[in-house]
């Protein structure tokens, strides 16, 4: 059984800039990058601890620009379907060697043990006793989400699962620069399957960059205000070390120059997942032949009436809770300037839909040196066009009258498959 060595603290979200300028408090801000700034603002609102009907930790949300898709209405279609998958891949590349270790990533506890448990409950229903006790399956928060009951989340789940309560991938306050792997206490050399649901990519803070064509250089967006003065946005051409790094790996560098996609060059500025590559570096730290798998509706995706109606069946009727995703530059800083001057009121969450393309590229540039052995590059695909090749075949034979499955699931299966092909949702994994 895979290991993972001593509780750690690790490296925090800042940059050189913020570490020399610090951040002092929300009525007084040093001139930081903004992703710094939408950080500290979500932080306080990231992580969720209580199950999906409690009205604890209920925030403000600003704005409601998307449907934000609820994974348990596809259950347990999608949890067969990611089993299945996990599986598979871990007999084709690392069976008989190694374990099947899994990552999950969370800021939605509520939901991850429930994916757990019925990820777990299924492998423990189809596998031999030899090849259940192979899995193991740890549950790492983003940030740190201590004062759990741990014992009794997990005690109805088989198998050796766990969840690090002081373990984090993003903890506070510590600044991550270049020399950041010095400070990092968890490692797990054996492969790595890290799944992130749909509590990962909006919480992560992007930087606001645009291109000067005059200098032909990336400009970067910093922040910063007096107390009791709204907050002021500038842009610099002294990119940080983050940002700097974010937009190589998209754009690539000629020369040490940056070169731009004149699709996102608008004048306002365009956000990049600066955080992401943070995320990404810090997992080539602690689990260095780690695989990825995600899953989240991207830009661009707009369900269909069809696809609303069944919805509304598996929920009972039920809207889908709003989630806001913030791409006006003007937007972001009235949020934040109100917060600094009023830092008694409660907090309201910014969120960004993730952007699969700038995602995908930055995932395979990343890796590109670092994966152990030969592996597929980053790639992505529709929740219907995975949960096709990876549903047990019983369901789309649900006619077939040595089927064993009761017909009344059989419906029910075949319904989320249908939902599935219809959805937002998409799959990126490596």
């Given at each position: 059984?895979?290991?993972?060595?001593?509780?750690?603290?690790?490296?925090?979200?800042?940059?050189?800039?913020?570490?020399?300028?610090?951040?002092?408090?929300?009525?007084?801000?040093?001139?930081?990058?903004?992703?710094?700034?939408?950080?500290?603002?979500?932080?306080?609102?990231?992580?969720?601890?209580?199950?999906?009907?409690?009205?604890?930790?209920?925030?403000?949300?600003?704005?409601?620009?998307?449907?934000?898709?609820?994974?348990?209405?596809?259950?347990?279609?999608?949890?067969?379907?990611?089993?299945?998958?996990?599986?598979?891949?871990?007999?084709?590349?690392?069976?008989?060697?190694?374990?099947?270790?899994?990552?999950?990533?969370?800021?939605?506890?509520?939901?991850?043990?429930?994916?757990?448990?019925?990820?777990?409950?299924?492998?423990?229903?189809?596998?031999?006793?030899?090849?259940?006790?192979?899995?193991?399956?740890?549950?790492?928060?983003?940030?740190?989400?201590?004062?759990?009951?741990?014992?009794?989340?997990?005690?109805?789940?088989?198998?050796?699962?766990?969840?690090?309560?002081?373990?984090?991938?993003?903890?506070?306050?510590?600044?991550?620069?270049?020399?950041?792997?010095?400070?990092?206490?968890?490692?797990?050399?054996?492969?790595?399957?890290?799944?992130?649901?749909?509590?990962?990519?909006?919480?992560?803070?992007?930087?606001?960059?645009?291109?000067?064509?005059?200098?032909?250089?990336?400009?970067?967006?910093?922040?910063?205000?007096?107390?009791?003065?709204?907050?002021?946005?500038?842009?610099?051409?002294?990119?940080?070390?983050?940002?700097?790094?974010?937009?190589?790996?998209?754009?690539?560098?000629?020369?040490?120059?940056?070169?731009?996609?004149?699709?996102?060059?608008?004048?306002?500025?365009?956000?990049?997942?600066?955080?992401?590559?943070?995320?990404l570096e810090q997992l080539k730290v602690n689990a260095p032949d780690y695989r990825l798998f995600a899953i989240d509706t991207p830009k661009h995706h707009h369900p269909g009436t069809f696809a609303s109606r069944i919805r509304r069946f598996f929920?009972?009727?039920?809207?889908?809770?709003?989630?806001?995703?913030?791409?006006?530059?003007?937007?972001?800083?009235?949020?934040?300037?109100?917060?600094?001057?009023?830092?008694?009121?409660?907090?309201?969450?910014?969120?960004?839909?993730?952007?699969?393309?700038?995602?995908?590229?930055?995932?395979?540039?990343?890796?590109?040196?670092?994966?152990?052995?030969?592996?597929?590059?980053?790639?992505?695909?529709?929740?219907?066009?995975?949960?096709?090749?990876?549903?047990?075949?019983?369901?789309?034979?649900?006619?077939?009258?040595?089927?064993?499955?009761?017909?009344?699931?059989?419906?029910?299966?075949?319904?989320?498959?249908?939902?599935?092909?219809?959805?937002?949702?998409?799959?990126?994994?490596?």
């Amino acid at each position: 059984m895979a290991t993972i060595s001593s509780v750690y603290r690790c490296c925090a979200l800042g940059s050189k800039r913020s570490a020399r300028f610090g951040v002092h408090s929300r009525r007084h801000y040093g001139i930081v990058p903004l992703r710094d700034l939408i950080e500290l603002q979500n932080r306080p609102s990231i992580i969720r601890r209580h199950d999906f009907f409690s009205q604890h930790g209920r925030t403000q949300s600003y704005g409601k620009s998307h449907t934000e898709e609820r994974l348990l209405d596809y259950d347990p279609i999608l949890t067969q379907c990611i089993a299945r998958w996990l599986w598979l891949h871990y007999k084709i590349t690392d069976y008989p060697y190694y374990d099947l270790n899994i990552f999950n990533v969370f800021t939605d506890l509520p939901q991850s043990v429930y994916f757990m448990r019925k990820i777990m409950q299924y492998f423990h229903q189809v596998l031999p006793a030899e090849s259940f006790t192979r899995i193991n399956y740890y549950l790492i928060p983003l940030y740190r989400c201590s004062k759990t009951d741990k014992e009794h989340l997990l005690r109805d789940i088989p198998g050796n699962v766990h969840l690090i309560e002081e373990t984090t991938l993003f903890p506070l306050n510590k600044p991550l620069g270049p020399n950041y792997r010095d400070g990092s206490e968890i490692f797990i050399h054996d492969p790595v399957r890290v799944l992130m649901f749909n509590d990962i990519f909006p919480k992560l803070a992007q930087d606001l960059v645009r291109y000067d064509s005059k200098s032909r250089k990336w400009e970067q967006c910093y922040a910063g205000s007096e107390a009791g003065s709204p907050l002021s946005l500038q842009f610099s051409s002294d990119l940080d070390y983050w940002c700097d790094h974010t937009l190589k790996s998209l754009y690539g560098s000629e020369n040490g120059v940056l070169n731009p996609d004149g699709r996102e060059t608008n004048s306002n500025g365009v956000y990049v997942p600066t955080q992401f590559v943070q995320l990404l570096e810090q997992l080539k730290v602690n689990a260095p032949d780690y695989r990825l798998f995600a899953i989240d509706t991207p830009k661009h995706h707009h369900p269909g009436t069809f696809a609303s109606r069944i919805r509304r069946f598996f929920t009972g009727g039920r809207e889908c809770e709003s989630q806001p995703a913030y791409t006006d530059p003007h937007n972001i800083a009235a949020v934040l300037s109100a917060a600094s001057q009023a830092p008694g009121a409660s907090p309201t969450k910014i969120r960004f839909r993730p952007n699969f393309d700038q995602l995908q590229t930055i995932t395979n540039h990343i890796n590109d040196s670092d994966t152990h052995g030969v592996f597929p590059p980053c790639q992505t695909e529709t929740l219907g066009a995975f949960c096709d090749k990876w549903v047990d075949v019983k369901v789309k034979q649900r006619t077939d009258r040595t089927n064993a499955l009761p017909q009344e699931f059989l419906d029910r299966l075949q319904l989320q498959l249908e939902l599935a092909r219809r959805s937002p949702l998409a799959i990126m994994h490596t």
